[in-house]
């Protein structure tokens, strides 16, 4: 509840223009936000790009927050916009060769750090990023379809068939998996 | 209901076989928050940076606005028709501009989605 208190006070004050504020704000969230653009991405840079560009728009933008959402509500919306830009505009061939290497990386990474590369993370990183996007903030970050569709500025609609095309992949990857492991 | 009921199906089964992952991912790749001087002097020096390109922007503004001002008040000098035909021919430019704009951003989105 204090720190509630506490958050809430500093958002007032970040509003207001205070730096001490904000760049507390900020520094609150930064590893939580690495976290995501590093789950929406699997590639580290990218997430780190994507972690300070959302840090940048955050400080240019912080006059218009309203507080109608929790502030990290509002950070993973601007993470969640840039990446949909910055992966508009790279090319799509170049794009799927740059994912394949930054999962291997990040396979490589994760073995370091976990000693193991589990099979459900090399289903999520198959994904398209877009289902991807509307998995992961539906089913591990609990935000609803509406609240996705504001997010990822598109229709409800789109959240809905995003959901479910992303949730027919990851059972049939992981069901082919079992499946393997079985016989 | 019966969607409901899918949904929680759907959440479950998330839960189950990719959520523990995730958050096991998530505690690997936790980063140690950092001091708060270098977010400090981060944020500071891009408000200033933000600060200095809003008065550049400003006297651009100021800038083209003056010579567009003179430049009509030289035509309506010359000519006052003249200075209509052109009025008219922005308008009628800027309305066509943000027609094809509008239609263009919308099939953008739609192929996007």
């Given at each position: 509840m204090h720190a509630v208190t506490d958050e809430t006070r500093l958002i007032q004050q970040a509003v207001k223009g205070d730096t001490r504020s904000l760049s507390e704000l900020l520094r609150r969230h930064y590893s939580f936000l690495y976290q995501y653009t590093l789950k929406l991405t699997m590639d580290k840079s990218r997430a780190e790009d994507i972690t300070q560009d959302t840090m940048l728009k955050a400080i240019e933008k912080i006059g218009t927050y309203r507080g109608q959402s929790k502030f990290s509500t509002w950070l993973i919306a601007i993470a969640s916009r840039l990446a949909i830009d910055k992966g508009r505009r790279s090319a799509r061939e170049r794009k799927w060769v740059e994912e394949e290497g930054a999962l291997r990386a990040l396979r490589y990474e994760t073995i370091s750090r976990m000693n193991d590369w589990p099979e459900a993370l090399q289903a999520i990183g198959k994904l398209d990023e877009k289902l991807r996007m509307a998995v992961l903030l539906k089913y591990y970050y609990g935000y609803s379809q509406e609240e996705i569709a504001d997010?990822?500025?598109?229709?409800?609609?789109?959240?809905?068939?995003?959901?479910?095309?992303?949730?027919?992949q990851l059972r049939k990857e992981l069901s082919g998996d079992e499946e393997e492991q079985s016989s | 209901m019966k969607k409901n009921k899918a949904h929680d199906e759907d959440q479950q089964w998330f839960k189950d076989h990719i959520g523990a992952e995730l958050q096991r991912m998530d505690a690997a790749f936790e980063r140690s928050e950092p001091e708060l001087e270098p977010f400090e002097s981060f944020v500071a020096s891009h408000k200033q940076a933000l600060r200095r390109r809003l008065w550049r922007?400003?006297?651009?503004?100021?800038?083209?606005?003056?010579?567009?001002?003179?430049?009509?008040?030289?035509?309506?000098?010359q000519d006052w028709?003249?200075?209509?035909?052109?009025?008219?021919?922005v308008a009628v430019s800027a309305v066509g501009y943000i027609g094809i704009a509008h239609v263009w951003k919308g099939r953008k989105q739609w192929k996007n989605n």
């Open positions: 997010m990822a500025d598109v229709p409800v609609g789109t959240v809905k068939s995003r959901i479910h095309a992303g949730m027919t | 922007d400003l006297a651009l503004f100021w800038l083209v606005a003056a010579m567009l001002l003179l430049g009509m008040f030289w035509i309506m000098e028709i003249w200075l209509a035909a052109l009025q008219s021919l």
